[in-house]
């Protein structure tokens, strides 16, 4: 007869290779996520936008998931079918949904924060403040109450399984306890969990698309200075992703407003007639010199005065437009210089970090709801099938580990700043001893 720890020591070992993924995962995930930490916290670039709120916020979720909710997975791959330990299951399965209301939650406000900025950038945008006060009510407090019924819920199980003999062999799994299996509030539960995650995915994939098209929309008509993201993060409600005529637009933009306008004059004055007919003197240029400049009508001499100063105000006015247009281009070319990226038709960075993390949130997790209809049947897979399974149903932990991978790939801000940690903490250390 195989007795429990034989049957985990069977299972545990056809899952060890998907149980060492997760302790890379874990140990990448800490790592990853401290450095993330102390750059936003520290870095000068990031100071003062949503930015740096929302990478803190996902940044301190992935950091006790990969910190606490891993483990705890990798301690089950051990102990799956002898799970005795009441109090660090129900935290497992606190950990679980708060893990993933929280990092839904926080997508949820990035993705409204980006549709804002760029699709209505003229309306009231959302502040650092605000955001801090959402990323902590929406991830830390109401995710912790969502999260509470499920612990409660979940227990030590207790029931039978085949072993390799063909014999029973009573197993002990963190599951839901057998009295809530069939009870309406675990369905209202369940469904609300649902709800909530293919509710954030859906809103989510709506607000990209409309952001998607207003990119496009803007793609070969927007100014150099939108075009391409500028290194230096502006203290403003307006991000470098947004498009149109906006305050961040700086001098440069004034410039164009001045251009504009006195265009528009210079036209009205090239198209209206003279105010009086020019009258041509049919006198030679050496008797216009002398008695033909006696004899000249006072009012075509009026007329000829007026026609030289329009011409002088026009000279003039030209000059100031040559003026503005030559600093404007020069604005544009400094900060053209000045910007980072993958060429002057680059994609909004920020907005493609965000789109980057929410697919892969919304792939991992339809998978996890998906998967879900047949945890009840993994008591009776066999290892090799078991493994597999836990595989593709925990793929999800690639939510904790990718951010900072993504933010070195497309941040060149994050990149210079990684660079540059280590000697600023060790100054700072200096300062504080």
Known sequence: MESPDDLNVRYATAILPLTVTFGLFAVIGVAG???????????????????????LCLGTIDLLTSAFLIPAEMAKHRNYFSFESLALCKTKCLFNVWAGCAAALSLLVISIDRYRKVCRPFKKQITPPLAMKLCVFLSFFLSIILSVPGAVMCGIKETKKENIYGNMTTVYLCETEEKYEKHILRSIYKLTFIVLLVGVSVACIIMYILIGKQIYAHWGTMPVSFRKDSTKEYNSDYSSDTFGHLKSAGSSGKASDQVEK??????SSDLDPPPSPIVRNPLTRSESNGSARKSRPPLVKQATIEENGQEKAQKKLIKQLSTISDEAAARRRKMSRNTSGFGIRRFPYKTLIWFILTL????????????????????????????????FFRLYFLNNIINPIVYAALDKNFRDACRTIGPRLKARFRECC
Not at 262 to 267: E, I, L, M, W
């Open 262 to 267: 006195a265009s528009t004059d210079t036209k």
């Open 33 to 55: 996520n401290i450095i993330v930490l102390l750059v936003f916290s520290l870095g000068r670039a990031y100071r003062h936008n949503n930015f740096r709120v929302f990478v």
């Open 360 to 391: 892969v949130f919304i792939i991992t997790y339809i998978m996890y709801i998906v998967l879900a209809t047949k945890v009840p049947g993994l008591i009776k897979m066999e290892p090799t099938s078991f493994a597999i399974f836990q595989s």
